[in-house]
């Protein structure tokens, strides 16, 4: 809720009628409006001047930014076909109208016949691996935490990455609820937890397997459950039996009676909830360890009891359908990979001539920094980049174009980790001469003389468009009422049980064994794949497993800029285990190099018990160009696909941490 006086947004607040987010913001967005006034943000599109990387601008107007795109375009598309073009188009504020989740832009890309883009960076590997299981990535309503009574929060730190939870932990735990967090950091949400397993990076799928061995160590599994609701349950139990708690301890480096302790919690309370998010997919073996994670209530029956199954994301149960519009292609186009900018960026055979990025900053967010400077660097390569702030990729930018930001712009927004559909209405005019996502395509389709009507549709009637479905869930939520309102719940029932009358599968059934995985190349059976730092011998010089998740002063690298949050995060750390840090003669504070052959950064030391050793953590987040040797985490991060939906292997590469 953002107050206005005098045409300029004075206060912002969350809305504490929100029943899931009861108007708490977090440390980055409570300083969101500072940030929309920033000095550094964007107003104006700019021309670049200097050699590609070295952020030289010159300020030019739309009409002279929108002429020098539109000859570009036609140019390339004469000569190399659409194709050529690639739309690369990052998370951003994630919305229905402006953002990722989308329609902005694709309408226009269909028309030009740009090759579509696969937007994997990250949850597709997990997503996938639920997906053969339950038919959907969407899983429990969090809200039903409120009701678990064992809560495992797996591969994910609720109280950085998605804080809004941990007051449904906090009512579970009020009546008892025993929670217990899994993760090779102990991280904030760990310190909190009753108990924390620092299990070895990418060996969840071996955790799974032997929790599930004890529970039928225990006779507790439900057997009629697993007759009436599941498909391929006596195969499933032979690869259980496989993962006694012994085996299992060798691999995840947990103790055998934790595990043990553990598995006969989980056999004996329900309902068990479980948190498992994007965290242990981002691993070579993610989309397997999602899947066996997902086994997990098939076997105990949880799904029965509201508060009891696995939550991984609410996306699947959101009906607004991004309008893609397949029709306004006239013929089939090429995909190309998020995860694989570099690659794609390099390739000689059907290259790409134009990059056209918005909502993203791949230069610090995607993979394999190093080459991607470098096959951005190329002076044939036309980049067109739709942005707030003057970020590591904007740098590589020929033409600039300035965005609006979110109290700006006019949005449809569904959660991922909630089951309400939110409206958001711009408070304050665009700053400048910044332009929404919409509109700056608008501008271009006209300028490109285009004719199809669809291009020039307003906000609102892409808005209508996302609404009009016959999809129950949406029954009764009108755009007047979300208008009015600002949120609605999906017309679900409260608590809301998604597998009750069935699971969208083939069979209809739980799947253990799944065809559909099977046909995908994937095993028909669930198993345990371990990530590449667990499953094999680290190469000569670079032994340390490095994870890198979210940072808890910024949003991926949105906020990266913001110097009061900067100051926060204290410039780029990295965490090892005392007896790591001794076996290399570091001293805690010291500033160190982070590397492999893909590349380094600098970072500052601490040495914590946080990490376990062989393990060094650090975050996302930081701007290369403002870090220490203009450079940061994703340089040591290879472009290389975890086993499900090419999804990005971002905690899961080896490391040799050194002296500066
Ligand atoms: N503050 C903040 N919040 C954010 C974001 C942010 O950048 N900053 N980003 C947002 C986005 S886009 C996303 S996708 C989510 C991501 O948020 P999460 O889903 O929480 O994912 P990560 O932060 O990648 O990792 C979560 C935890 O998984 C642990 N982990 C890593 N590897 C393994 C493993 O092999 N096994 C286990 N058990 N644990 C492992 C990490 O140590 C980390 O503590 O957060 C969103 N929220
Ligand atoms: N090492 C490591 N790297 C990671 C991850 C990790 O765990 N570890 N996590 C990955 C994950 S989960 C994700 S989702 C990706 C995110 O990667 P990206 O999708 O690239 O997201 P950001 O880095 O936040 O960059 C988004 C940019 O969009 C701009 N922006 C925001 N809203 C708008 C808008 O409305 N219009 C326009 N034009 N621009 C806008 C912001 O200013 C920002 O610069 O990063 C991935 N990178
Ligand atoms: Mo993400």
Redesign the pocket.
């Known amino acids: 809720m953002v107050t206005v006086q005098d045409g300029r947004a004075t206060s912002m607040r969350g809305n504490p009628d929100h029943p899931y987010t009861r108007g708490a913001l ?1 440390v ?1 967005v409570n300083r969101y409006l500072e940030h929309s006034r920033a000095e550094d943000r964007i107003l104006y599109p700019m021309r670049r001047v200097g050699p590609k990387g070295a952020g030289e601008f010159e300020r030019i107007s739309w009409d002279e930014a929108l002429d020098e795109i539109a000859t570009r375009l036609r140019a390339i598309i004469d000569e190399y076909g659409g194709e050529a073009i690639w739309p690369y188009q990052g ?1 951003g504020t994630l919305g229905y109208i402006q953002g990722e989740s989308g329609v902005a832009g694709r309408r226009l890309w269909h028309v030009l016949g740009a090759s579509r883009h696969d937007a994997n960076i ?2 597709r590997a997990g997503s996938y691996g639920l997906t053969w299981v339950n038919g959907t990535p969407g899983g429990m309503d969090p809200e039903n935490f409120a009701l678990s009574r064992l809560i495992l929060l ?4 609720t109280l ?3 804080h809004h939870l941990w007051k449904f932990i906090q009512d579970a735990r009020k009546a008892g609820a025993y929670v217990v967090a ?4 102990r ?1 904030r949400t760990a310190d909190q937890a009753d108990e924390h397993l620092p ?1 070895r ?2 060996t ?1 799928g071996a955790l799974a397997l032997g929790l599930m061995h004890v529970v039928l160590e225990e006779g507790a599994e439900d057997r009629d459950y697993l007759e009436h609701h599941t498909l391929g349950w006596d195969e499933f139990r032979t690869e259980i039996l496989k993962y006694p708690p012994a085996r299992v301890a060798e691999i995840t480096g947990l103790p055998e009676e934790s595990i043990r302790a553990l598995g006969r919690r989980l056999a004996h309370t329900r309902p068990t909830g479980i948190r498992a ?4 997919q ?2 070579e073996g993610g989309g397997s360890a999602l899947r066996l994670i997902a086994c997990i209530p098939g076997v105990t029956g949880d799904w029965r009891h509201p508060g009891g199954g696995v939550a991984f994301s609410t996306t699947g149960h959101m009906p607004l359908q991004p309008d893609t519009r397949m029709d306004l292609l006239a013929e089939p186009v090429r995909r190309l990979t998020m995860t694989r900018l570099a690659d794609h960026l390099e390739a000689e055979d059907k290259p790409v001539k134009c990059l056209w990025v918005y909502g993203a900053n791949p230069v610090a967010s995607t993979s394999d920094q190093n080459r991607i400077k470098r096959a951005m660097a190329r002076e044939d390569l036309f980049t067109v980049v739709m942005e707030q702030f003057p970020t590591d990729t904007v740098d590589y930018a020929d033409i600039v174009l300035p965005a609006t930001m979110q109290i700006e712009h006019m949005d449809l927004h569904a959660g991922y980790g909630h089951m309400y559909l939110l409206w958001n209405e711009p408070a304050v005019a665009p700053p400048g001469e910044c332009a929404s996502t919409t509109e700056t395509f608008r501008r271009l389709a006209r300028r490109l003389g285009l004719t199809e009507p669809s291009l020039y549709d307003s906000d609102l009637e892409l808005a209508e468009q996302l609404l009009a479905s016959d999809h129950p869930a949406l029954a009764g939520i009108t755009l007047d009422r979300l208008r009015k309102e600002g949120w609605v719940r999906l017309n679900v029932p409260a608590p809301f049980q998604p597998f009750a009358d069935g699971f969208p599968t083939p069979s209809g059934r739980l799947e253990f064994a799944s065809a559909r995985a099977a046909a995908m190349g994937h095993g028909r059976m669930p198993e345990y794949v371990p ?1 590449r730092t667990a499953g094999s011998a680290p190469p000569a010089g670079y032994p340390l497993a490095l ?1 890198t ?4 002063t ?3 690298t949105t906020f990266g800029n913001n110097p009061e949050l900067r100051r926060r995060a204290k410039g780029p750390r990295v965490l090892l285990n005392a007896a790591d840090a001794a076996a290399r003669g570091l001293a805690d504070g010291q500033r160190v190099r982070v590397h492999n052959r893909h590349g380094e950064f600098a970072a500052d030391l601490e040495i914590s018990d946080r990490v376990r050793p062989g393990v060094a ?1 650090t975050t ?2 930081h701007w290369a160009k403002l870090s220490p040797g203009a450079s940061s985490v994703n340089a040591v991060v290879e472009e290389r696909d975890a086993d499900m939906g090419r999804g990005p292997v971002y ?1 899961d590469n080896f490391v040799q941490v050194s002296a500066l």
């Open positions: 977090c980055k998370t990250c949850s797996w591969g994910t730190n950085t990455s998605g899994i993760d090779p950091i991280t299990i990076p990418g969840d998010t994007h965290g242990l981002r691993h990530s994870v998740p979210a940072s808890h910024f949003l991926n953590a996302k987040g905690h």
